[in-house]
C-alpha cells in the first residue's frame, strides 16, 4: 500500500494504517527541519485529548495523532469490547483542530504473529492501576514504546490524568534513550469538576450527577493535608468515608504518594499527590491531585 492509497479525507488530514507510510510521511517532515509532535490516544476523543492536542501545535510544525485500543492494556475482556470506539467522529475533531496525520492502524500492524516483547517499568508500575489492574502498566509501556518509534515524534504529550501512565512513559523514554520530550499537559474537567474521560460517557444521569464527589473530596483533603501537623491517615480515613457514603461503590485505592517516585508518603513532606480509583456501577473511574506541601 502507498502513502496515496493509505490516505482518507478528513479536512485535508491524512489517515495512515501501515507503520512504513508514516515514516515515509515523517522523513519528509524531518528532511523539511519541522518538528513533529505526537498525541497518543485510544479513541472516544474528549476536550481532555483535545487540549494534548491544542498544545502539540502549539509547539510543533506537524501533529501526529494516533488512535489504538490497546488489547495488552485491558485486563478484561468485556472492558477491551465494550470501549467506545468513533473513529469516524474522532477523526472530524481532530482534523477540526489541524492534526496533520491520523496514525489509527489495525492490531496486527502493532503486534504482528509471534510478537514477544513486553516493556516494563515495575517500580512505577506495582502499585495504584499497575496492582489493581494486572499487566495494564506494561501494556501501556509495552505500546507506547512503540508508538515512539512508529511515530518518529520529537515531543508526546500525556495528561495528568493518567499520573501514573505519564511517570512510567517518562521513564521509559530516559531509560531507553528513546529521542522525544514528554510533555506533561494538565487534566481538563467538566465544570463540576468530573475529570473528563471516555469512560464518562457509560455514566447513567444519575450517576454523572453523583460522580463530582470525587474532585470535590481529593481536593478538601489535599487543604486539610497541606495544613499544620495533619494526620494523613485521618485524612484518608475521612475521604473514603466521603466518597463511599456519596454513591463511590468501591474504591481499589485512596493513596497519598510522592509526585516523583509514586512511593506511598505518611505525610506531604515532599511534592506529592492524592490518587483515587473507584467504582459506580460497571465504570471505573480515576483522578488525582497535588497536595501543597504543609508549612
Avoid at 223 to 229: C, E, G, N, V
Wanted: glycine share 8%.
Amino acid at each position: 500500500m502507498t502513502l496515496a492509497q493509505d490516505r482518507e479525507s478528513y479536512g485535508g488530514m491524512a489517515v495512515v494504517r501501515r507503520v512504513a507510510n508514516l515514516r515515509q510521511q515523517v522523513a519528509g517532515w524531518r528532511r523539511a527541519g519541522e518538528r513533529v509532535g505526537v498525541v497518543p490516544t485510544m479513541g472516544a476523543l474528549h476536550a481532555g485529548h483535545m487540549s494534548l492536542v491544542e498544545a502539540a501545535r502549539r509547539d510543533c510544525a506537524r501533529v501526529i495523532a494516533t488512535i489504538f485500543v490497546n488489547p495488552k492494556q485491558f485486563n478484561r475482556p468485556d472492558d477491551l469490547t465494550g470501549y467506545p470506539r468513533d473513529e469516524a467522529g474522532d477523526a472530524d475533531k481532530l482534523a477540526a483542530a489541524g492534526v496533520d496525520v491520523l496514525f489509527a492502524p489495525p492490531v496486527e500492524e502493532v503486534y504482528p504473529p509471534g510478537f514477544q516483547t513486553r516493556v516494563s517499568v515495575p517500580e512505577l508500575s506495582n502499585c495504584l492501576c499497575g496492582l489493581t489492574r494486572p499487566g495494564h502498566m506494561d501494556g501501556v509501556a509495552t505500546v507506547v514504546t512503540k508508538l515512539f518509534l512508529m511515530t518518529g515524534a520529537e515531543r508526546a504529550y500525556f495528561g495528568e490524568k493518567d499520573f501514573q501512565q505519564l511517570l512510567i512513559v517518562k521513564r521509559l523514554a530516559r531509560d531507553l534513550d528513546v529521542p522525544v520530550e514528554v510533555v506533561p499537559v494538565e487534566t481538563v474537567r467538566d465544570g463540576d469538576g468530573l475529570a473528563l474521560s471516555s469512560r464518562n460517557a457509560l455514566l447513567t444521569p444519575s450517576q454523572r450527577a453523583e460522580a463530582p464527589v470525587i474532585y470535590r473530596t481529593l481536593t478538601a483533603m489535599a487543604a486539610k493535608l497541606a495544613a499544620a501537623d495533619s494526620d494523613a491517615a485521618a485524612v484518608l480515613g475521612w475521604g473514603r468515608s466521603e466518597l463511599l457514603a456519596a454513591g463511590i461503590e468501591k474504591l481499589d485505592y485512596l493513596e497519598l504518594r510522592a509526585a516523583d517516585d509514586l512511593q506511598e508518603l505518611p505525610r506531604p513532606d515532599r511534592p506529592a499527590r492524592l490518587f483515587v480509583a473507584g467504582w459506580m456501577g460497571g465504570v471505573r473511574l480515576i483522578d488525582n491531585v497535588a497536595v501543597p506541601l504543609g508549612r
